[in-house]
């Protein structure tokens, strides 16, 4: 890198650094994290996948929602963003009952306030998909928050604007995806605001680490569904009599080859770009 960039964060799997005053710079690397537990083996490629897929996803609904991507870098990991002022809330959209809405359901019949029908089940479509907001954690997961509570933290205002971009944000890239065989069961989204107080959609967009993806033909509800991109991994894991705390296992060669191949056949499917053409040159693809 030819500037020097300084290190202003960690995701779990990602790295951000400030570039200048307006722009910084998101890495993805190749870490794949299974039961919250980052892996030590990688899954080659899988950060250009995902930078890919968001990049794809952030073109595709940009007259929707103004996003934060400034550029993809050669490396195709890499993006250049916009910096924002980041909003203090998780946006949350759920088109389909599962992990923890599947959960505060079965307790209390509802999520985040939304009161939903008796006798769901587990993987259940919801028959409108919900905004499920919840607040960032320091450590551990997420905590949902009923919408009151949300409108606190945001204005009520900015609320309903939340709400109204997610959702449909959502029914979008659900309907293209479903199209293609991957059923997106729900998806995480961070907002910021420019300098101009407009909402920008930051973070990533639509990717396996930020969304459930299920295949379509294995749709079964009452049951929890296999993840799309990460099965492979889960199935391994559950082989081996591991607690789930970390240090997490290495993965075998099989594993690592099989997983890899399902991201690469989620990009391909949704982009309708071949991986290559996208690592060969990814400022291109989606232009
Ligand atoms: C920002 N995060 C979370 C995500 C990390 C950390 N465009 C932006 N402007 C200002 N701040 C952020 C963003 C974005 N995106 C996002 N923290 C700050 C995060 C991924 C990796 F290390």
Redesign the pocket.
């Known amino acids: 890198m030819p500037e020097a960039a300084t290190h202003v964060?960690?995701?779990k799997v990602?790295?951000?650094y400030e570039l200048d005053g307006d722009r910084?710079l998101?890495v993805a690397s190749d870490r794949i994290s299974t039961f919250d537990v980052v892996l030590p083996t990688e899954i080659l490629d899988k950060g250009r996948v995902l930078t890919g897929l968001a990049a794809f996803w952030f073109a595709r609904t940009r007259d929707l929602v103004p996003n934060?991507l400034l550029a993809l870098r050669p490396d195709g990991r890499s993006s250049e963003?916009?910096?924002?002022g980041?909003l203090p809330l998780e946006c949350v959209v759920r088109g389909y009952l599962t992990g923890s809405g599947w959960k505060d359901y079965q307790a209390t019949g509802a999520v985040c306030g939304h009161v939903l029908a008796e006798g769901l089940r587990d993987s259940d479509k919801l028959p409108e998909p919900i905004f499920t907001p919840s607040t960032k954690a320091q450590e551990g997961h997420d905590e949902n928050i009923d919408r009151d509570r949300a409108a606190e933290l945001v204005g009520r205002e900015r609320f309903d604007e939340l709400e109204r971009t997610a959702i449909a944000l959502y029914e979008l890239a659900s309907a293209y995806a479903a199209e293609r065989g991957i059923l997106i069961a729900d998806t995480k989204f961070?907002f910021?605001l420019d300098p101009e107080g407009r909402l920008v959609l930051?973070?990533e967009a639509f990717t396996p680490d930020s969304s459930r993806f299920w295949p379509a033909d294995e749709y079964e509800p009452g049951r929890p569904q296999p993840s799309f991109d990460k099965q492979f991994v889960r199935d391994y894991c559950e082989t081996l009599g591991w607690d789930k705390t970390a240090p997490g296992p290495e993965l075998p060669d099989e594993v690592v080859a099989g997983t890899r191949a399902r991201y690469v056949e989620a990009f391909e499917r949704l982009t309708g770009i071949d991986f290559d053409d996208y690592l060969a040159e990814p400022e291109v693809a989606f232009r």
């Open positions: 964060g960690s995701g990602r790295e951000l910084l998101l934060h963003c916009r910096r924002l980041m961070e910021g930051a973070d």
